[in-house]
């Protein structure tokens, strides 16, 4: 079993969602994975499930990501997506609990515990300031903490919300990492919030609604560089 990617700080995710899916998805996730080297940052990557076997054989750069799986193990599970399918087509970790496809805090739990059987990075999504704390305590090894109301919106979380869920996750756990993205769409978003103590940033609509997805990437990645020096 190969060992669970290492994550280094600052990073930057990159998270399609539904929008694009086969060609588009790859094209985008090769100029992730060169920007990645350029920028020597790492770049956490979705994609559609029936896509991240192709994203990861042609890339070499990127944190492989799938948006979801489900806690089963080898067997029955007609219909549920498998984690060790996910594990033998190279994907590197998952995204649970986005406000897209929220999960139960027992099927939460259970699917972090197959994650980390099979060394893949949990990042764990979470709401309120009290739904961090709670989420913190199943130990992911990243978070992202985002109202709900603001994903999509274009305005970012306020100062206070970022302070107080960075708080959160460090009174549990001060080795869990923490995306903020909620509404992030330019560098100065991203510059802001990992000065403000988060640990990475990105998006979706913000990249993918820009003129130049590949300009749009490098703006983030260059306000991470900014960040970098003052962290």
Known sequence: ???KKELRVPFLIVN???????????????????????????I??????VDLKQIAQETKNLIVTTQHMDGLVPGRG???????????????????????HPLS????????KRANEL???TIVCSDSVEQTRAVAELGPDVMICEPTSLIGTGSTSDDAYIEA?????????????????????????????????????????????????????????????????EI
């Open 1 to 3: 079993m190969s060992m």
């Open 16 to 42: 399609p969602k539904a929008y694009i899916y086969g060609e588009e998805s790859l094209e985008l996730a090769k100029v992730c994975d060169q920007l990645a080297e350029e920028y020597d940052i790492d």
């Open 44 to 49: 956490i990557f979705t994609g559609q499930h």
């Open 78 to 100: 007609m219909g549920f997506i498998l984690p060790d399918a996910l594990k033998a087509a190279g994907v590197d970790g998952v995204i649970l609990n986005h406000a897209e």
């Open 105 to 112: 805090m027992c099927d939460l739990d259970k699917t972090i």
């Open 119 to 121: 060394d893949m990075i």
């Open 165 to 229: 869920t960075n708080e959160a996750v460090k009174s549990v756990n001060p080795d869990i990492k923490i995306i903020q993205a909620a509404g992030v769409s330019t560098g100065d978003d991203v510059y802001r919030v990992v000065v403000g103590g988060a640990h990475g940033s990105g998006g979706t609509s913000g990249i993918l609604n820009a003129p130049s997805r590949k300009g749009k990437i490098e703006e983030m990645l260059q306000a991470l560089v900014k960040a970098k020096k």
